[in-house]
């Protein structure tokens, strides 16, 4: 047996790992890459593996970076089952869809820009309408239910807490008389998340893939999330100012909503206030899934359906109003009074959050409130790190609103929350592989793995395979001379895009004569570039 990390390792998104079996070849995730044009570029790439050979994928959840290209699949001809929990298969009919369409207005507004460079013009990766086509091979399952996808295969879902419908899957591989157990973490839940039950404790595996998002970092007190959230609004709408919180429309918007809504009694003075605040939720998205959330109450934890009971609706107020047309959503910035704007898309990569942003962003007395992950290379980060001049739309925007991080909303664990979960294992696993993490969380967080559990681990990159029978790690094995060539080209277009950024980036300091800016980050990232030319370099020559 084999397992090939094809994406979210040694980064975040792009979620993607193929399991071969004697008998059986099967995805577990197929997410879209996250990022800037590198990682855009990664997402058109050739897939290593034929997809008329996939027997069946399991899909941890449906946030795009680990479920957007299953639509691309699809298309390229795979027709087998995709199995998930069925809120997951809920949430996909409405996200993967949306998807398509921000591909189309993304390849048109890029297409435009090809065609003044005199460049060739690309189809988007997918359209709407193939995504909708994608979503015929679904197949929904209830957690804790066993099943059988393949005679050498058993699988369960068990809940990750992590958003509505996510999942830690237990894989049972039999080859040659013998039972080998894989954990898929998938991507493991923050502590009392609103809305969601805690994650569930696996109690034995052989092999552990797991998450690594927030490995080096330790968040902020839960408990003062509400009241931190209320201050900032407080604080921005008494100096006049507007909101803006980009937030993922799926799970994150309805965990603000129903933060805003709930403790009544312990801030009475403080709900008053916001009372009197419209809240608009500018996505027609987040709009669809909060009719999901609603849809599935048997995935929320006691104290949400508490209010159930009484007759209350968690994720309802009167001053909560949702948007629908384009014609909505450019009214929002007419409005002369204090507003708080939720919008998609959650990394401000897309979707109407940039037009938010543009209207906002040089205006001192707004806040822009980020409550999730930011992935490098996305308008987020850029913003979280102390960017002051951005560009949205081609257009030069000064960064003039306060900046603010809630990091305690994350919908991911901890440093503490990972090595809680793991160390909940009565039978250790013999290897833990981390994944879905930047290198200095995978690598401290696998340091606090070996030092306080005592299990050896592994940080494989994109494209490494291990092989189970051989208990070893390996690159690209040069006997499989078609994967081999699509994975080095796939390579290749990925330096060629990264020393174009690079060099580019160089160029517009070298213009701008400002020569107090660091350069040491693209000087590492060129450096960088040239080690993994060595390195393909020799891997080539083997």
Known sequence: MKISFLGAAKEVTGSCYLVETEKTKFLVDCGMFQGGEVEDELNYQEFIFDVNDIDFVLLTHAHIDHSGRIPLLYKRGYRKRIYATKATVDLCRYMLPDSGHIQEMESEWKNRKRKRAGKPLREPLYTADEAKDSLSIFYGVDYEEIIEPAQDVRV?????????????????????????????????????????????PIKSADYVLCESTYGNRLHEDIGDRAKKLMEIIIKTVKRGGNVIIPSFAVGRTQELLYELHKNRELYKDEIEFLNNVPVY???PLATSITNVFTKHPEYWDSEAQEYIKRGDLPLDFPNLHFTHSVEESKALNEIKTPVIIISASGMCEAGRIKHHLKHN??????????????????????????????????????????????????????QKGILDWLSQ?????????????????????????????GIETLIPSRYDTYNFEEDKLFTAEAEDKVKLSVELTNKIE????RSD?????????INSKDITKDL????????NINESLMKLYRELLD
């Not at 930011?374 to 960017?387: D, S």
């Not at 990925?494 to 895009?497: G, R």
């Open 520 to 527: 040491s980050p693209i000087v590492s990232e060129l450096n």
């Open 494 to 497: 990925e330096m060629k895009l």
């Open 156 to 200: 369960r879902f068990n809940d990750a807490g992590h958003m509505l419908g996510s999942s830690i899957i237990e894989v049972w591989v039999n080859e040659k008389g013998k039972e080998t157990k894989i954990v898929f973490s998938g991507d493991l839940g923050n502590k009392k998340i609103p809305l969601l039950k805690e994650v569930t």
């Open 501 to 509: 950024k690079a060099l580019n980036k160089l160029q517009e300091l």
């Open 281 to 283: 939720v500018d996505s």
């Open 361 to 414: 962003l040089w205006r001192p007395e707004c806040t822009i409130l980020f409550v999730g992950y930011q992935a490098k290379g996305t308008l987020g980060r850029k913003l979280l790190e102390g960017e002051k001049n951005v560009k949205i739309f081609g257009e030069d925007i000064s960064v003039k609103a306060e900046i603010e991080y809630i990091e305690s909303f994350s919908g991911h664990a901890d």
């Open 425 to 453: 294992f009565t039978d250790k696993p013999r290897k833990i592989f981390i994944v879905h993490g930047e290198d200095e969380a995978q690598e401290e967080l696998a340091d606090k793995i070996e030092n306080q559990l």
